[in-house]
C-alpha cells in the first residue's frame, strides 16, 4: 500500500490558491501515482500525467500546474516532473519500518497456525536452531579426509564374508583367547 504525506496546511499554499479546485485535485492525483509507481524523483511520463485522474482537460491542468511551479515540464521526451514529490512521499526510515512490521506480522501469523520456520530463537522456544553456528566446530576442514582408503584393510569381496576367528582378552584374564 502507498501512501501519501501532507501537511495540515498543505491546502493553503500559495500556489494552490491560484488554480482551481479541479487542477488542484489533478496535482494529488500526480503525486499519489508517483508514490504508487515509487516514482521517488517525481519524473512521470505524459500519458501517466494526463491518466493520473479524472480531470475534464488534463492538458490545461498540467499547464496550469507548470505555470505557477508545482510541476516541470520537458517537452523533448514528454515527462513530467512533480517538484517537491520528497516531501509528500514517506521516507525511507519509514518504509523500512512499514517493511519490518509486515514480515514480524507474517511470522506471527505463521506462528499463531503453528509454523514455527520462521520464528525467531529469542522469541519463540520451537524456533529452529541456528546449526551453522558452533555445529562443526571439532570437524576437520580436510574434504579429502577417508577418500584414500586408508582405513581397515579388505581382502573379501565385501561385508558378506565371514570371519572365523579373532584373537579377544576375556576380562579379569590375561591369556589370549580364540574365538570361532
Keep these: 500500500m502507498s501512501w501519501t504525506r501532507v501537511d ?4 493553503e499554499r500559495r500556489e494552490l490558491a491560484a488554480i482551481n479546485f479541479a487542477d488542484r485535485w489533478h496535482y494529488l492525483a500526480m503525486i499519489q501515482f508517483c508514490s504508487r509507481a515509487d516514482l521517488r524523483d517525481g519524473v512521470m511520463r505524459g500519458v501517466d500525467a494526463r ?4 480531470h475534464p ?3 490545461r491542468a ?3 500546474l507548470v505555470k505557477v511551479g508545482l510541476i516541470v515540464s520537458n517537452v523533448e521526451s514528454d515527462t513530467y516532473t512533480v517538484v517537491e514529490v520528497d516531501s ?3 521516507s525511507e526510515a519509514s518504509r523500512k519500518k512499514t517493511a519490518d512490521a509486515a514480515a514480524r506480522q507474517k511470522r506471527k501469523r505463521k506462528h499463531d497456525a503453528g509454523d514455527h520456520s520462521t520464528c525467531l530463537e529469542r522469541y519463540c522456544d520451537q524456533a529452529p536452531r541456528d546449526v551453522t553456528r558452533d555445529s562443526h566446530a571439532d570437524v576437520t ?7 584414500d ?8 569381496g565385501g561385508s558378506q564374508d565371514q570371519i572365523s576367528s579373532w584373537e579377544t582378552v576375556e576380562p579379569g584374564k590375561p591369556e589370549l583367547k580364540v574365538v570361532s
Excluded: F, I, K, M
Design 51 to 54: 491518466r493520473c485522474s479524472d
Design 57 to 59: 482537460d488534463p492538458n
Design 62 to 64: 498540467l499547464a496550469e
Design 88 to 90: 509528500h512521499l514517506p
Design 8 to 11: 495540515d496546511l498543505w491546502c
Design 141 to 147: 576442514r580436510d574434504v579429502g579426509t577417508g577418500r
Design 149 to 156: 582408503r586408508t582405513g581397515q584393510a579388505s581382502t573379501g
